[in-house]
């Protein structure tokens, strides 16, 4: 598979998670704390979450622009790269300080970390790729 079609895939497919995400908190915020920790919520839980959805909404929204125009300004894949970086330890820092974790919350939470990582590695090589096509 070629470089530019692996990255408009992972920016599809993260777009799609994270608009489902974002909205899954919104519509069943129950169903996070349920399958996560086996626990209810309060008030400071929920606003917290939903500061987190409206987090991923922006992921979502950046990886929509760079799909579109990632080809024509080959910096989008930069700026999506960077969002990617800023979220590699935030899971990994919400299972540490969890105090109550479902089964599900340990492969839910350990994941993320490592394919921000790997998403974002891969949108600087997709930019040096575009970049080097044009300079030549």
């Known amino acids: 598979m070629r ?3 692996l990255v408009n895939l992972v920016l599809l ?3 799609a ?3 489902a995400l974002a909205i899954g ?3 069943a915020p129950g169903l996070w704390f349920d399958t996560l920790h086996g626990t209810g919520f309060d008030a400071r839980d929920l606003a917290f979450l939903r500061r987190c959805a409206a987090q991923w909404a ?12 990632w080809r ?9 790269a960077g969002a990617r970086f ?8 919400y299972l540490a300080s969890s105090d109550t974790l479902t ?14 990582l790997g998403m974002g590695v891969l949108l600087l090589f997709g930019h040096q790729e575009a970049t080097s096509d044009d300079a030549a």
């Open 3 to 5: 470089l530019p079609t």
């Open 13 to 15: 497919a993260a777009f």
């Open 17 to 19: 998670i994270d608009v």
């Open 25 to 27: 908190v919104f519509v």
């Open 58 to 69: 922006v992921f979502a929204g950046l990886q929509a622009v760079a799909l579109v125009w």
């Open 72 to 80: 024509y300004f080959p910096g989008m894949l930069l700026v999506v």
């Open 86 to 93: 800023a979220d590699v330890f935030t899971d990994w820092t």
């Open 103 to 116: 089964w599900m919350a340990w492969p839910g939470l350990l994941l993320p970390g490592f394919l921000n």
